[in-house]
């Protein structure tokens, strides 16, 4: 939710028409979360530092021109933040429907049914209907069929069943990069990067087997954890379904004890 600032000087700005006051250096979206706005968003979290990849959280600044990104745009004194005109809600819609028209739609069968940020985020930008069809020249037909049927993207890599603990379904990857901080942010492992662009751009382990086994990675699973989709996925749910409830555990997968939420 862009980088949490506690310490610095107290900066009074408005958003939506109430008065905050928070620490020099917050980002306009904890302020706004302070105030009780929840802005919407995909690849920021409360723990991992702010990126400002997918273009959801945007705003409209008084005096600024464009539409910042809110969890890396820092509050400043006086500011005047609207993070609910018809302009961003527009924008974000817009930017939902990309997102959806790269997606399968299998949700009812899909293991992050009812836990999916995705799922979360088009229902919170009113997304209902996606215009954009596949091109006349058939460049896309293939995907835009599959994705009609619920099926991956046929020009995607094959899910990666490589860790005996989690699965990597690339077809439902938003390319947020959450896994990718996570893996660097709390692990410090770095075995995990960005690979392509565009449609073919996917998470990769950057090795020549290019598959989770061959990376790096120690299963410590902040990965899973950090994944807003069903991209990433521990075995367990798959094969058992969504748990009912939840509890806080030392994770098992290793000896760091980061507190991992295990369900
Ligand atoms: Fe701000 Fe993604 S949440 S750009």
Redesign the pocket.
């Known amino acids: 939710m862009g980088t949490p600032a506690r310490e610095g000087a107290p900066v009074t700005l408005t958003i939506d028409g109430f008065d905050i006051t928070v620490p020099e250096g917050t980002s306009v979206?904890r302020a706004a979360a302070e105030a009780g706005f929840q802005i919407p968003?995909?690849?920021?979290t409360d723990s991992l530092e702010?990126?400002?990849?997918?273009?959801?959280?945007v705003v409209e600044i008084e005096g600024r021109r464009g539409t910042p990104?809110?969890?890396?745009t820092p509050v400043a004194p006086g500011m005047v933040v609207r993070t609910q005109s018809e302009k961003v809600k527009k924008i974000r819609k817009g930017v939902m429907e990309l997102y959806i028209s790269d997606h399968p739609l299998d949700c009812l069968t899909c293991a992050a049914n009812g836990d999916c940020e995705l799922q979360d985020m088009a229902g919170a930008t009113g997304l209902r209907d996606v215009r954009y069809q596949a091109p006349a020249d058939g460049g896309m037909s293939n995907h835009f069929e599959a994705r009609q049927n619920g099926e991956a993207n046929p020009q995607y890599v094959p899910k990666d069943d490589s860790n005996p603990y989690f699965t990597y379904d690339p077809s439902k990857c938003i390319v947020c990069n959450r896994c990718v901080r996570a893996c660097e942010e709390v692990q410090g492992t770095f075995a995990l990067t960005i690979a392509g662009r565009g449609f073919d751009s996917r998470v990769s382990a950057g090795t020549a087997a290019d598959d989770f086994l061959s990376s790096d990675c120690v299963s410590c699973g902040a990965c899973v954890q950090a994944c807003p989709t069903a991209t990433l996925q521990e075995k367990s749910v798959i094969e058992l379904g969504t748990p009912e409830r939840s509890v806080i555990t030392t994770c098992a997968y290793c000896g760091v004890g980061c507190s991992f939420k295990a369900e």
Request: aromatic share 6%; hydrophobic share 40%; proline share 0%.
């Open positions: 979206m968003k995909l690849c920021a702010a990126f400002g990849s997918c273009r959801l959280c990104a809110s969890c890396t």
